[in-house]
T-cell receptor
Framework: SAVISQKPSRDICQRGTSLTIQCQVD?????MFWYRQQPGQSLTLIAT?????????ESGFVIDKFPISRPNLTFSTLTVSNMSPEDSSIYLC??????????FGEGSRLTVL | GQQVMQIPQYQHVQEGEDFTTYCNSS?????IQWYKQRPGGHPVFLIQ?????EVKKQKRLTFQFGEAKKNSSLHITATQTTDVGTYFC??????????FGTGTRLQVTL
C-alpha cells in the first residue's frame, strides 16, 4: 500500500485566481498521476507527473492551465490556474506501485465562485 | 484511452438483495481493475483480473473477466449498507494509461 497526503483537502477560491495542490507520498514511486473528478462523474486523467521532466498531459489538458511539478520521487504539485467555476471539482493524486493497482490521495475538493 | 462503459449507472437495492455491475469494452482489455469509492471518499483498489475467464472472490464479492477479455462483472451477494458507493472498473491499456469506467452507483436501504 501507499500513504498519500494531499493538501489542501478543500478550498473555496475566487474566479481568476490560482491554487496549488500538494501531494506527498510516504516512499519513492516512479509513476504518479493527477486526476480530476467532477461531481457525480468518473475519474479523468489530467497528466502523468514525471520526475525531472515536463509532465505528460492528456487530451484536453494543457500545461498553461494545469502546471505540474515533480521535483523528486515522493512529491508533486498540481496548480489550477486562472480558475473559473467550471474548474470546481475534486482533484486526486495517485501513484502506481504494482502494475494496474492505483493508490489515491484523499483528494482536494475545489469550489470556484 | 477509450472509456469502458459500465451498466447500470445507478442501482438501488434493499439490504440482502444481490447486485451486479457490468463493464464492457469494444476492444480487448489487457487487465481490468475494480475500485470502490464511498460517498465523499477516494477510490480504493479492490482487485485485478488478468486472465481470460478468471473468477476471483472476496467474501461476498465475486469478480469475473470475460473469456474474450472484453467485459467484466462484479457481483455482490446479500448486499449490506456498507456496500454503498460507486464501483468503477478500469482498463490498464498500457502500463501508465489508466482509463476508468463510467461507474455504477449503488444505494442500499434497509
Amino acid at each position: 500500500s501507499a500513504v498519500i497526503s494531499q493538501k489542501p483537502s478543500r478550498d473555496i477560491c475566487q474566479r481568476g485566481t490560482s491554487l496549488t495542490i500538494q501531494c506527498q507520498v510516504d516512499s519513492q514511486v516512479t509513476m504518479m498521476f493527477w486526476y480530476r473528478q467532477q461531481p457525480g462523474q468518473s475519474l479523468t486523467l489530467i497528466a502523468t507527473a514525471n520526475q525531472g521532466s515536463e509532465a505528460t498531459y492528456e487530451s484536453g489538458f494543457v500545461i498553461d492551465k494545469f502546471p505540474i511539478s515533480r521535483p523528486n520521487l515522493t512529491f508533486s504539485t498540481l496548480t489550477v490556474s486562472n480558475m473559473s467555476p467550471e474548474d470546481s471539482s475534486i482533484y486526486l493524486c495517485s501513484v502506481l506501485r504494482v502494475p494496474g493497482e492505483l493508490f489515491f490521495g484523499e483528494g482536494s475538493r475545489l469550489t470556484v465562485l | 484511452g477509450q472509456q469502458v462503459m459500465q451498466i447500470p449507472q445507478y442501482q438501488h437495492v434493499q439490504e440482502g438483495e444481490d447486485f451486479t455491475t457490468y463493464c464492457n469494452s469494444s476492444t480487448t482489455l489487457s487487465n481490468i481493475q475494480w475500485y470502490k469509492q464511498r460517498p465523499g471518499g477516494h477510490p480504493v483498489f479492490l482487485i485485478q483480473l488478468v486472465k481470460s475467464g478468471e473468477v476471483k472472490k472476496q467474501k461476498r464479492l465475486t469478480f469475473q473477466f470475460g473469456e474474450a477479455k472484453k467485459n467484466s462483472s462484479l457481483h455482490i451477494t446479500a448486499t449490506q449498507t456498507t456496500d454503498v458507493g460507486t464501483y468503477f472498473c478500469d482498463d490498464t491499456g498500457t502500463a501508465s494509461k489508466l482509463t476508468f469506467g463510467t461507474g455504477t452507483r449503488l444505494q442500499v436501504t434497509l
